[in-house]
């Protein structure tokens, strides 16, 4: 066992422990084998480990302060990537049977400008099956384990990479959001997770789900790491005609400036949305009460149509989704069907083959609704009702810099829990809003179930490009709270 | 097919014909949406990338170069210029199609409500049976002149999209599918910028048809969107066609016919299909709507063996590119730049050179033609234009036809033609001799006062050399002098012919004949 606790250091300590020469690049990489080693067993957080690549990349460091070089923002950092990104000499999955073969042709921009700043790649994370899911019990290759408590589900889709951060296993990890997949499991695993702004981020190399929603986002245990990583791989991007050239600021510098002054709304209407907890509930009132202890002037708001939400999600979403799994047809890579008897008979059987079910049922659904006859009564409707949404957020934001409400209407559930998807599908009802509006949003641990033990967490939400703001925000309430979940298990090992 | 059964057809029925004409823009340097070369051929899957190739996570970045120039094939066109615009995706599954999804447009394609103006002449004309012997001015527009007439063809929409990959089926016979073991897909050409413009059901002949499509070649390669070469697939035009009794108000349905790789092709499988429908009706059969397939060996359509579907493509707009806004002055910019189009250069060339309405028609159809006229001119003077063009329409074209080749790959250049005209028009060679020029430097690439010198061609007209050669001529001759003084005067082309033999086909003609008749009388 490595003397490196990677749990107890925040990547900015460890890019800086590496500077200073108190250990190497290679012993941060060994140290996050080595826990994963004692871990991942019991957690599942990764599906494929690439220590070639992270120990060249560890190499690549140790030699630059070798050399004199000042190392970069996250040199020598530990980091999970998320298995729908692309990474030459990885396999990129998506946690599929479909792509189970298949490997990446070339990099993601947002894995490549991580990797550019000193990043060390430990692993792919596990996911929801094409990140259609909220447990990461839809992945083909088995379910992410929270590691607060084994039993229950590390939120999705980006499970495993929440997990393996709340296990300490990497200090950071790259997650992707299309209607929560990187907030709700930062809240069920009690870690940092942010989802920037729609086009702060290249989407170019992640494999789409809803092209329209979806962005990638960095996972850490402390805001200012989320911060670190944001930096990195911010910015616009020739191969992604949705990437912003809005320009990118540094989400670290203003951190400490705390949250006085700040204009702060809670989101009363949706606090009280049926099946929301007690305590989850009364935890966002007790966080009003800390930004306004801090000095920030504290209000309240509505989002009337963000209660049409979900259902205009799941039909903007899985049609997205329809069209962009077309290509997933076995002819010129993934899963194909064995001994077709034409090309259509390929096509049905390789998909048939190659999909879930909760894949073969977004499918299904997007197709409907783009169905001739069904255009205007679904998919119309549903762009209508994100319109709404959008003209809601765009009022708060004129009264609000940053907006409350709880990242999950309940803690981290127990596998096999919610059975029925449409159960499922209300875990996002606070995250989703936000991907059809576009905005920025933070989900920051705000306490502990009095009764389960398990995180919660905290969605402060941010107008566009405005990450700065969230962030400083996010900074504030993490001091105040002083607030560093470490999970059971982690807390066992380390002692 | 005969031409009068054609005709015969189109006497009791009306046929109404919409054409689909694919583009490729090959004047951009890349693909729609990436970044790989726009080229024809290639070993296949040569000129792919992931995003060309629909790999997981790629995207699609427009190309605004391929942009511009539809707007400005809108702008030629007449076309409206949309200020606000969008690609859809159009979704089917086909192994053509790396993402099972095509980029193209729906609702707003960048150009609509465009029209081209055609003229028919020449047999054409008979396939207009409704207008007789009486060409009316209302619709079609007669162009007394010649006895042709000129008609006003719609354009719905010109949308941009991306072109698909090309499969090759193996096993099977001539690369069919029918019989074939399996496929490859080779993805070279996906992602080619595809224009697509959609004409009204304005066309009502097949002649009607092929000038139409021939306009629009004529005005992509004066604009030089496009080589819009029907061999190599860079312009591929589908015929929508249906046929009703003359006089009724309902269409008919309509077939669609594809694979026609050439005008002549595209004349021939419409006319072919108006009869087909029209016999099928006649025997009081009904028209299936269906997807025919022109078989260019056979010269006939058969349908698709595929059980036709109705395509329910799903469209809805494309989310990894955001909508575009068009500014008015940019459009404007555009518009200014456009090149003279064939139509005005035809007149141009009728007003400023005197050329014959057919002679500058034809050079002007074909922009490489105008491009070669226009040099020449350049170099021999507006005032010699008309020999310029006989050349270029007679011996030039015979060889380029003879030689099988485009004029820019002709060995004789403008300026060789120029050069050519020149010696001709300044007397220095005669007619005949300068066809032999001709030939030697579309052999050799000579230039051909090169030639003439070496040849020691040059023409004689100094009008005393001339008379001593007749003088001794005559004396060599007397008999048939005499024969000619008596009344034979016939004769003098034997003079003249015996002249020139001693010239060695240097004299000038014109002189030659002069100096035969004064001296013989």
């Given amino acids: ?495 | 097919m005969a031409k009068d059964r054609l005709t015969e057809v189109l006497i009791r029925y009306e046929a109404v014909i919409g054409l689909e004409i694919h583009t490729e823009i090959t004047a951009v340097n890349t693909k729609m949406f990436c970044g790989c070369p726009v080229a024809f051929g290639g070993e296949p899957n040569t000129r792919v990338c992931p995003v060309c190739l629909g790999m997981p996570g790629a995207l699609p970045v427009p190309n605004e170069a391929a942009i511009e120039w539809t707007v400005i094939a809108g702008l030629a066109t007449e076309c409206d210029i949309a200020l606000w615009s969008q690609f859809h995706r159009k979704q089917y599954f086909y192994p053509d199609m790396p993402k099972d999804y095509q980029i193209s447009q729906y609702d707003l394609p960048f150009c609509s409500g465009g029209f081209v103006d055609i003229e028919v002449d020449g047999d054409g004309v008979a396939e207009r049976a409704d207008l007789g012997g009486a060409l009316p001015f209302v619709g079609p527009e007669a162009v007394p002149e010649d006895g042709g007439y000129r008609a006003r063809i719609g354009i719905t929409r010109i949308h941009l999209e991306e072109d698909t990959g090309k499969m090759v089926h193996v096993g099977g016979s001539e690369g069919r599918i029918a019989g074939a073991t399996h496929s490859l897909v080779d993805f070279n050409r996906a992602g080619t910028p595809l224009m697509e413009l959609v004409s009204e059901p304005d066309i009502r002949t097949p002649e009607e048809a092929r000038r139409f499509a021939q306009k629009l070649r004529s005005i992509w390669l004066a604009l030089g969107v496009s080589d819009c070469s029907m061999e190599e697939g860079s312009m591929r035009v589908d015929a929508n066609v249906s046929v009703r009794l003359r006089g009724a108000t309902e269409l008919g349905t309509k077939s669609e016919v594809k694979n026609m790789n050439s005008f002549k092709s595209l004349h021939d499988a419409i006319a072919y299909e108006i009869v087909r429908q029209a016999d099928l009706l006649d025997a009081g059969g009904r028209v299936e709507q269906e997807t025919r397939h022109w078989d260019a060996g056979a010269k006939r359509t058969s349908g698709l063996r595929s059980k036709e579907e109705a395509h329910d493509y799903r469209y809805f707009p494309e989310p990894d590119m955001v909508p575009f806004s068009f500014e008015l002055a940019w459009i404007d910019a555009l518009a200014e730049k456009l090149p003279e189009l064939p139509d005005a250069r035809r007149d141009r060339y009728i007003a400023e050179f005197g050329l014959p309405k057919h002679d500058a028609a034809a050079l002007a159809a074909e922009h490489a033609l105008a491009c070669y006229f226009e040099e020449a001119v350049a170099l021999t003077g507006a005032d010699r234009a008309r020999p310029v063009a006989n050349w270029m329409l007679g011996d030039l074209a015979a060889h380029l036809n003879a030689a099988g080749i485009e004029i820019v790959a002709s060995r004789v250049t403008a300026a060789m033609l120029a050069e050519l005209v020149g010696l001709i028009e300044d007397g220095t060679i005669s007619g005949k001799q300068a066809k032999e020029v001709f030939a030697e430097a579309a052999s050799t690439g000579d230039a051909p006062g090169a030639i003439v010198e070496a040849r020691g061609m040059k023409q004689v007209s100094d009008t005393s050399a001339i008379e001593a050669v007749v003088r001794s001529v005559i004396d060599a001759h007397p008999d048939e002098a005499a024969s000619y003084r008596g009344g034979k005067v016939g004769l003098a082309g034997f003079f003249v012919g015996q002249v020139m033999r001693e010239m060695r086909g240097q004299g000038n003609p014109a002189v030659v004949n002069e100096v035969v008749r004064r001296l013989l009388e």
């Fill in chain 1, 1 to 495: 066992m490595s003397v490196i606790d990677l749990s107890a250091l925040s990547a900015r300590q460890v890019r800086d422990s590496i500077a200073l020469g108190e250990f190497t690049a290679r012993e941060a990489a060994e140290a996050a084998y080595a826990r994963i080693e004692a871990l991942d067993g019991d957690v599942h957080a990764f599906l494929q480990l690439t220590p070639e690549l992270a120990f060249a990349a560890a190499d690549r460091v140790d030699m630059a302060r070798a050399a004199g070089n000042e190392l970069p923002p996250l040199a020598g950092v530990p980091a999970g990537i998320k298995d729908n990104m692309n990474l030459i000499g990885t396999r990129t999955t998506c946690g599929s049977r479909m792509l189970e073969n298949y490997e990446s042709v070339y990099d993601c921009t947002a894995v490549r400008r991580l990797l550019d700043v000193g990043a060390l790649p430990i692993g792919k994370c596990n996911m929801d099956e094409f990140a259609f899911g909220s447990s990461t019990e839809n992945s083909a290759y088995g379910p992410t384990h929270n590691p607060w408590d084994l039993e229950r589900v590390p939120g999705g889709s980006s499970g495993g990479s929440a997990a393996c951060v709340a296990a300490g296993m990497t200090s950071i990890s790259l997650g992707s959001d299309t209607g929560g997949s990187i907030r709700q499991p930062g809240a069920l695993t009690g870690t940092v997770a942010l989802k920037p702004t729609y086009g702060r981020v290249s989407r170019y190399g992640v494999v789409a789900f809803g092209s329209s929603l979806d962005q990638i986002g960095p996972f850490g245990t402390s805001v200012d790491d989320v911060a670190l990583a944001l930096e990195a791989i911010s910015g616009a991007d020739t191969m992604d005609a949705t990437s912003s050239s809005e320009p990118v600021g540094s989400y670290t510098d203003g951190l400490d400036q705390g949250a006085r002054g700040l204009r702060v709304g809670i989101v009363r209407d949706m606090l009280e949305l049926e099946g929301c907890g007690a305590e989850i509930r009364a935890s966002v009132d007790l966080a009003a009460e800390t930004f306004a202890a801090l000095g920030a002037e504290v209000g309240e708001v509505d989002l009337p149509a963000a209660r049409h939400g979900l259902a205009a999600y799941y039909i903007i979403g899985p049609a997205e989704a329809s069209s962009n799994l077309a290509r997933f047809d076995g002819i010129r890579y993934g899963h194909r069907a064995a001994d077709p008897a034409d090309v259509l008979d390929l096509y049905m059987r390789s998909r048939a083959e190659g999909f879930g079910p909760e894949t073969i049922r977004r499918i299904m659904l997007g197709t409907y609704a783009l169905s001739a006859g069904y255009y205007d009564a679904y998919y119309g409707q549903a762009q209508k009702a994100r319109t709404r949404i959008i003209e809601d957020f765009r009022a708060a934001f004129e009264r609000f810099d940053v907006l409350l409400t709880p990242t999950t209407p309940e803690v981290a559930f127990r596998f096999g829990e919610k059975s029925d998807p449409y159960t499922m599908y209300l875990n996002d009802v606070y995250t989703i809003p936000v991907n059809l509006a576009g905005n920025c949003a933070v989900s920051v641990p705000s306490g502990l179930c009095s009764t389960s033990g398990m995180p919660i967490g905290l969605q402060i939400i941010g107008d566009y490009f405005a990450e700065a703001i969230l962030l400083r925000a996010a900074a504030a309430f993490e001091e105040a709270t002083g607030f560093d979940p470490i999970p059971p298990l982690v807390g066992s090992l380390n002692s």
